[in-house]
């Protein structure tokens, strides 16, 4: 009988297999290992023409590894890749275009010295001018504009990159990636940095490509996007495929449950923290870029929120503060003493802290090791003058390692080779090492999984608990309002209004968000 049962089973496999169409993308068994770490092991999964196929996992499952892999940025150590059935190797990123696969990264590859229209076109101007002896910059900026218009983007193909937002940048990335005309794309995180507009911009784009009957690979730690946007879905732990669905017949839940290995009860943690007396006032705080000037105060153990649409002035705000970009004026008492801050320096010695929405360019040394970046904000605590305490250095790192849960193989490891959510979280070690009672978050949990985030909200608590001052700054409402004990509101450049507590809700904030 069981003999008749899997005979079956194996005629209704390949009665299957006959009906479905040849893969667009095969992956067969491929591993990758880095010194000290397996990467990948034995992964495979088919993916089919005209299909969204998410992939989901924690910080440091694979993902990214993979995808580097498939674009040729890494080469794999063993197993097989097939496109329309036909086996390939892809040695280099250039090899990856002319295979049809284009890439949107995690982390934005972009020249800030060049334009908008450079960057889209970048390695490819003579080819898209026509004439490799003199560019026709007119055709190049005019094919520039139509890939803008696609993406929705509100800038010109002659702007520089360096002084677009990040969220702008992320839509010239797409651009880019939509310039190739590819059938496979690969789209790493597209949406950790857009707004809702521009996040629906996205989806129809995808949906477009769909129904071009493209491929699209697309990996998010945002879950509610691969159930709106994606037909199946694997998921990657510890570099293996531990599942695999159709979108249709999984839950939330369930994922949570495949990618970190057990249920999360709640997605946040209960608040803990007792809001003490005014420790932080600002008064006056204006610059050049806006004729409004922002003003609010700050408890010991009170978590701030700050909210508001892209563009609203959140970011320009927190850098004045910490003395990173010029303020017209700004007027700051801390601990009942008024202070000067007109650098970075200035604002390390007064207790503050900040952890920027742009960790790759300003937040890490990535080229330096993992115990370099976690203690270059506070060196006094490792070190005496110009000597430096290894062991001291050792055992403050391991101290944070263990308590953020940061996956590195060694603490001399390049910061440049870990996963973007350990990377964020050797950002938050850095400032907590230094004791900041002022901390700044500008959206601290961008780009890291629901099992990563749980450990920063949770650490977020601890620090509120232990009396620190938290300005929260996130586009994540659900997380803004669950933990913020208020929110400051802002809009054109100016506060819209302070919610308290009870006050705040996602219709409250949107509000006065929109005006």
Same mark, same amino acid.
């Given at each position: 009988m069981c003999e008749r049962e899997g005979e079956t089973l194996s005629l209704s496999r390949r009665r299957m297999e006959v009906e479905m169409p040849t893969p667009a993308l095969r992956i067969e068994n491929l591993t990758k290992s880095f010194p000290g770490v397996r990467a990948l092991? /034995?992964?495979?999964?088919?993916? *089919?023409?005209? !299909?969204?196929? %998410?992939?989901?996992? $924690?910080?440091?499952?694979? @993902?990214?590894t993979l995808m580097k892999i498939l674009n040729g940025n890494y080469a794999k150590d063993g197993g097989n890749i097939f496109l329309n059935g036909r086996k390939v190797d892809i040695g280099s990123p250039k090899q990856a275009m002319s295979l049809g696969i284009s890439i949107i990264f995690q982390e934005?590859?972009?020249?800030? /010295?060049?334009?908008?229209? !450079? /960057? &889209?076109f970048l390695g490819r101007l003579s080819e898209v001018s026509g004439s490799v002896a003199r560019l026709d910059w007119r055709l190049i900026h005019e094919k520039a504009r139509s890939y803008i218009e696609k993406v929705h983007g509100n800038f010109s193909s002659r702007d520089l990159v360096g002084g677009l937002s990040i969220a702008q940048k992320q839509l010239v990335e797409i651009a880019k990636a939509l310039s190739f005309d590819a059938n496979i794309i690969l789209m790493d995180e597209p949406s950790a940095t857009l707004t809702d507009n521009e996040l629906d911009t996205l989806f129809s784009i995808v949906s477009r490509l769909r129904a071009e009957n493209r491929t699209v690979i697309y990996i998010s730690h945002r879950l509610e996007e691969i159930f709106r946007i994606a037909d199946r879905v694997t998921v990657l732990r510890d570099g293996e495929v531990v599942a695999g669905y159709l979108v249709a017949d999984v839950d939330k839940n369930t994922l949570i449950r495949d990618m970190v290995g057990r249920a999360l009860e709640n997605a946040y943690p209960p +608040?803990? /923290?007792?809001?003490?007396? $005014? *420790?932080?006032?600002?008064?006056?705080?204006? #610059?050049?870029?806006?004729? #409004?000037?922002?003003? =609010?105060?700050? +408890?010991s153990g009170e978590i701030l929120g700050f909210a508001g649409l892209v563009g609203a002035g959140r970011t320009e705000v927190m850098r004045c503060l910490f003395g990173a970009d010029y303020c017209k004026s700004i007027d700051i008492s801390i601990d009942g003493r008024k202070r000067r801050i007109r650098k970075p320096e200035e604002a390390i010695r007064h207790g503050i802290g900040f952890v920027t929405e742009n960790r790759k360019e300003e937040g890490l040394v990535t080229e330096f090791e993992v115990a370099k970046n976690i203690t270059m904000a506070s060196l006094r605590k490792v070190g005496r003058l110009i000597f430096l305490s290894f062991a001291r250095e050792k055992s403050t790192v391991n101290r944070y390692v263990d308590m953020l849960g940061i996956k590195t193989p060694s603490l001399t490891k390049k910061v440049a080779e870990l996963s973007g959510g350990n990377q964020q979280k050797i950002v938050l070690s850095k400032w907590i090492n230094a004791d900041a009672k002022i901390l700044i978050l500008d959206e601290p949990t961008?780009? &890291?999984?629901?099992?990563? +985030? *749980?450990?920063?909200? @949770?650490? &977020?608590? #601890?620090? %509120?608990? !232990?009396? +620190?001052?938290?300005? =929260?700054?996130?586009?994540?409402?659900p997380e803004l309002i669950a933990l913020s004990d208020r929110i400051v509101v802002m809009r054109d450049g100016g506060i819209a209004g302070i919610l308290q507590g009870a006050e705040a809700s996602a219709e409250a904030v949107m509000a006065l968000a929109c005006g």
């Open positions: 092991r /034995n992964v495979s999964m088919d993916i *089919y023409p005209g !299909e969204v196929h %998410a992939l989901v996992g $924690e910080n440091g499952a694979g @993902k990214s934005l590859n972009l020249e800030n /010295n060049l334009s908008v229209g !450079e /960057n &889209i +608040k803990t /923290n007792a809001v003490g007396s $005014e *420790y932080m006032v600002l008064r006056g705080l204006s #610059r050049r870029d806006t004729s #409004r000037s922002v003003s =609010f105060s700050v +408890k961008r780009g &890291i999984d629901v099992g990563a +985030k *749980y450990e920063v909200y @949770k650490i &977020i608590m #601890r620090l %509120a608990s !232990e009396g +620190k001052c938290i300005l =929260f700054v996130s586009s994540d409402l």
